[in-house]
């Protein structure tokens, strides 16, 4: 059986800086593309990020100058570094990995960003 767990969301004001985490865990004999997505309220997800298991990366275009996606294969961690952090980013984080050749969500993470 395979987990994802998400870790680093929380409160933060308008200018800080947050970094999310998820670690995949069981047994796990693929780990490829691995990407966050978020969800506001009475909106459609959308996705932030995604980083390849070669470390190629993809971003939202209004986030690519705040926010960075990495990986640590040896650890099967992706991770989420936000900065700059606006009340718009307010949302939940979701982490979709692909783990032996599926896609697998993470239960989500609350981000909240007051101004």
């Known amino acids: 059986q395979v987990q994802l767990v998400e870790s680093g969301g929380g409160l933060v004001q308008a200018g800080g800086s947050l970094r999310l985490s998820c670690t995949a865990s069981?047994?796990?004999?693929?780990?490829?593309?691995m990407a966050w997505y978020r969800q506001a309220p009475e909106k459609q997800r959308e996705l932030v990020a995604l980083?390849?298991?070669?470390?190629?990366?993809n971003y939202a275009d209004s986030l690519k100058s705040r926010f960075t996606i990495s990986r640590d294969n040896a650890k099967k961690t992706v991770h989420l570094q936000m900065n700059s952090l606006k009340p718009e980013d307010t949302a939940v984080y979701y982490c979709?990995?692909?783990?032996?050749?599926?896609?697998?969500w993470g239960q989500g993470t609350q981000v909240t960003v007051s101004s």
């Open positions: 069981g047994s796990i004999l693929s780990l490829s593309s």
């Open positions: 980083i390849t298991r070669d470390g190629m990366t």
């Open positions: 979709k990995v692909n783990v032996n050749w599926r896609d697998r």
